[in-house]
């Protein structure tokens, strides 16, 4: 292998190698600045805690050693890492201290950067409630002492003389995912599920799982978590159409690394209806889109069939054999115009008409 070659290779390795760890990378905590030189230069920083962290290195958790800053001219922003006492003997734009959650107290982290064609740097930040900072120069805030609370910004108006900032980060109670409350009710023949959390740390989201006395668990859905937060967050999922009998529900909690945890198991009764029923359609008036619902208190042909005001069919919702149950179906209007319309339910001995009105 000639010598142009193997630097082909090494540069290919080195990028499938960095490319492994940043897909794998995800701290316990991780939060992000933005940093600019007002002119087209900027960087974002990430930063935080993490139970595997050091004060040097941390490959798996995305940190690298950067080499020496570029000449000036040309922008640059890093953390310099504690190791050797911040002295910059270590650069890398992540940078996360070792803690065990819940966590609270303070860490520093250390800024350095230089413009490129501007004239100033930026220093942009959005934090969680849950962690403040105050932003000083490296002489223990004589000069620079800014309070980073919330979501701000600080102009160093001075970068050639004021090159490194450090960052004094309070961290309040950090906790995993906390779930205050899990429920679900019956409506017709759906489930509603709730669920409250008090806080929330690297939540990707929920799985909702559901098992009946015929089946095991198996998933039904997923709900978006709202990542790291200590503010009260609520979350639903419907689960349509069931039969009468019962049924339990859990809840996956998924992190951004993909671990995963399940919280708690909630178990419910749907019993059979006792009487055909044909329910006013939700929401009406409408536009485009409203739900009809109904319950057959036996196994039964259904046909359910959508008229105008002049008897003309204009949708049909349903036309086939139901096992006895509450159902939900949803008829869109998009391509009719605004009138009174009527939908009409028939079985195997009964038949029931109702009317809704569309409005655009």
Do not use: C
């Amino acid at each position: 292998m000639d010598i142009k070659m193997k630097s082909i290779f090494q540069i290919l390795l080195l990028f499938l190698i960095t490319f492994t760890f940043q897909l794998f990378a995800q701290a316990d905590i991780s939060t992000s600045i933005l940093i600019d030189d007002g002119a087209g230069g900027s960087k974002n920083l990430h930063f935080g805690l993490d139970s595997t962290a050091t004060d040097g290195i941390d490959i798996l958790l995305g940190e690298s050693d950067l080499p020496p800053f570029p000449p000036p001219g040309a922008f640059e922003a890093r953390f310099f890492l504690p190791d050797n006492n911040f002295t910059g003997t270590l650069g890398s734009y992540d940078d996360y201290r070792n803690a065990v959650l819940p966590f609270t107290g303070e860490k520093e982290f250390r800024l350095a950067y230089q413009p490129g064609t501007g004239t100033v740097i930026n220093i942009t930040w959005d934090f969680p409630q849950s962690i403040t900072g105050v932003l000083q120069d490296i002489i223990n805030g004589y000069l620079i002492n800014v309070n980073m609370v919330d979501s701000g910004s600080y102009t160093v108006t001075n970068p050639d003389a004021f090159n490194r900032l450090k960052m004094l980060i309070n961290y309040d109670a950090i906790i995993p995912v906390e779930l205050v409350s899990f429920s679900a009710s019956v409506n017709g023949g759906n489930v509603d599920i709730t669920w409250q959390t008090a806080s929330e740390l690297n939540n990707s989201g929920f799985e909702i799982e559901k098992k009946s006395v015929s089946t095991d668990w198996q998933k039904i859905g997923f709900v978006n978590g709202n990542g790291t937060t200590t503010e009260t967050k609520s979350y639903s999922y419907r689960d349509e159409n069931l039969s009468s009998g019962k049924y339990q529900y859990r809840l996956k909690q998924i992190d951004f690394d993909g671990s995963s945890s399940y919280l708690k198991v909630i178990q419910l009764d749907i019993n059979a209806p006792i009487d055909f029923v044909l329910n006013q359609n939700f929401p009406n008036p409408f536009n485009p889109s409203t739900n009809i619902s109904f319950t057959i208190p036996k196994a039964t042909h259904v046909k359910i069939t959508i008229y105008n005001k002049i008897g003309e069919r204009v949708g049909e919702l349903v036309n086939k054999n139901l096992e006895a149950g509450s159902y939900s179906y949803s008829w869109n209007a998009s391509k009719q115009s605004s009138d009174i319309y009527f939908y009409e339910l028939q079985t195997d001995g009964y038949r029931s008409i109702r009317k809704m009105t569309l409005i655009k």
